[in-house]
C-alpha cells in the first residue's frame, strides 16, 4: 500500500509532492500549474497568524479538497487565490501570473471563489439579476449572458427560481445561489467553501454533479469541506491543513490509509466510516463504501 | 417538557402557513433530532419552538408551545430566554455585534439573565472550556472561521445555562471533532434535565446522539420514533435525508450479497 506524502514543516508541498506515495497526484503535477502557492505566511492585522507557510501546487483539471480542523487556515488560503487577502510573505502564482499587484477584477477572470456564508456575497434583488452579475462584470453581454445564467441557475436546480428575490430562499438554497453565481463566470479555476454545509441529499448530490461536470471540462476545482465522505468521493487529491500548514498531501486512499490517521487526528480529523471498516478488515485503504464493498467481494 | 400542540405557522407576508398541525412533545432530558429536506420546515419548528416565531419575527401561529405544562403565550423575549435557547445555522445571524472579545460574547447570556458577576465569569469560562476554545477569549468574534465562530455560539448557549434547547444545524461548519465535542457537551445538558431539539443534515451526528429522530416533510411530520429504526427507515431518502454512514454501507454491502457489518464484526 502507497503511504501518504506527510509533508514536513516547512519543507513545501512541492518537495512532498515528490514523494513515490504520491505517484497518481505526481503524474498529474506535470501538468501545466493552475495554481502555485510557497512559502506563504498571513497574518491578520490584529496578530492572529492564520498561515504559517504554505506550499501548494495545484495542476490544471485537478479535483483538490481542503480538510482541516476549524481555523487551521483553509478559507484564508483560498481568499489569496483570488486577491482577496495579499500575502505577508511568499508568493501565489494563479494560470502562471504572480497575483501580487494583480487587481481582483482581473483575478475574477480566472478564479471564482465561493463564501462559507452566502450572505456576504448576495446582495441583488433576484436571482437571475445576482447570477449575471459576475460574468456581466467578465465583459458577457445579451444572449450569452443569458444562457450562462440560465444554465448556471439550473447546475445548481434553482431554474425555477430565477425570479425569486434571494432572501425569500432558504439559507441552503442561498448557498446553491451563491454556487451558481460563480458557475456562470465560467473561470478556469473554481473554489468552493464549504459546499455541501446544509444541504440534503439532493443538494449533495447536485454539488457532486457539479465538481464532476466541472473536472470534466478540465477545470480546477478546489473545495474547503469537513465533510469526509464527500472528499472521498468527490475529489482526486486531498490537502489536510493544520495551523496554517499543510500536514498531509494525497489521494484520498493515500490520506485516509490508516498510517495517516495520527496525522488526521492532530488536526480533528476522522477517516470515513468505510475507511474504518476496512482498516479493521485488514484490506487496505477504502476510503470509500465502493471501494471497501470491492475489496470484500475480492477478498471473499 | 418544552411541548408543540396542533402548531400550524404562516411567516409574516406569506399567505400559506409552512406548518401544519405540528404535536411535538420533547421530555425533559432527551435530546430528539430533526431531520428533513431542505425547506421541509426543520428552522421554521426551531423557530416556534423558541417562541422567537412569532414572538420576535412576527407572523401567526395558532395551536400552541408549552414548556413545562405552561403556555408561552403571552410572554417577552427576555421572559422566554429564562427557558429556552435558540442557536442558528448561522453563526453571524446569532452573534451579538456588541462583544469586543470572544470571552465578552459568551459572557453577554449570563450577564443579560441578571446573574452576579462572578457567576456570570465561571459560566464564560467553563463554556470556552466544554468546547476547547479557551484559546479563542481574547478575539474578535466578528474575525473567526465559520466553525470557529459555530463554537462560539454554541458556548454563549451553553453559558446561559438554559432550562431547554433548540439547535439548528449546531455542526454544520464543524470539523469531525469539533462536533464530538458539541455532541458531548448536549449529552451532558441533557442529563442535567434539559430538553434539546437538535436540526441536523448531517444524520450520522444524530445517529449516536439522539434518542428520538423526527422527520419533517412539506411542514408536517411524517414520521416519529427511536433514532436507530427512524434513520434506517427506507422513506427517508425520498424525503430528501441522506441516512447515517453506517445504513448506507450495511444497504451497499447487502446489495452485493456481503456479510453484515455485526457479522464482520463491526463495530469494532
Redesign the interface.
Known sequence: MAGVSTVAAGAGGASGAADAGVAAAGASRAAAAAIEVAGLVHVYPEGTRALTGVDLRVAVGESVAIVGQNGSGKTTLVRHLNGLLRPTEGVVHVDGRDVTGERVARLAGFVGLTFQDPDRQIFAGRARAEVAFGPRNLGLRGTALEAAVADALAAVGLADAADVNPYDLGYSRRRLLAIASVLAMRTPIVILDEPTTGQDLRGVALVREIVRGLVAEGRTVLAISHDMRFVAEAFGRVVVMREGRVVLDGTPAEVFAEAAWPALASTWLEPPLAARVGAHLGLGSTPTESALVEALAVRS | MLELRGATYRYAGYARPVLHEVDLALRDGEIVGLV????SGK?TICLVASGLAPLSIGGELRGEVRIDGEPTAGLSVHELAQWVVIGF??P?TQRSGVAATVFEEVALGPMNLGLPVAETLARARRALATLRIEHLAD??PA??????G??VAIAGLLAMGPRHVILD?PT???????SNLVAAALRDLAATGAALLVAE??T?LLDGLCDRVVVVDGGRIVLDGPAAATLEDRRL?DW???PP??V??AR??AA?G??S?AE???P?
Open positions: 428533513g429536506g431542505t425547506e428552522s445555522q448561522n453571524a478575539r474578535d474575525r473567526l472561521s465559520g466553525g470557529q459555530q463554537l444545524e454544520a461548519q464543524l470539523d469531525p471533532e469539533g443534515q448531517r450520522d431518502e430528501g435525508v441522506e454512514s453506517r448506507r454501507l451497499a454491502l452485493r456481503l456479510p457489518l464482520l464484526g463491526w469494532a
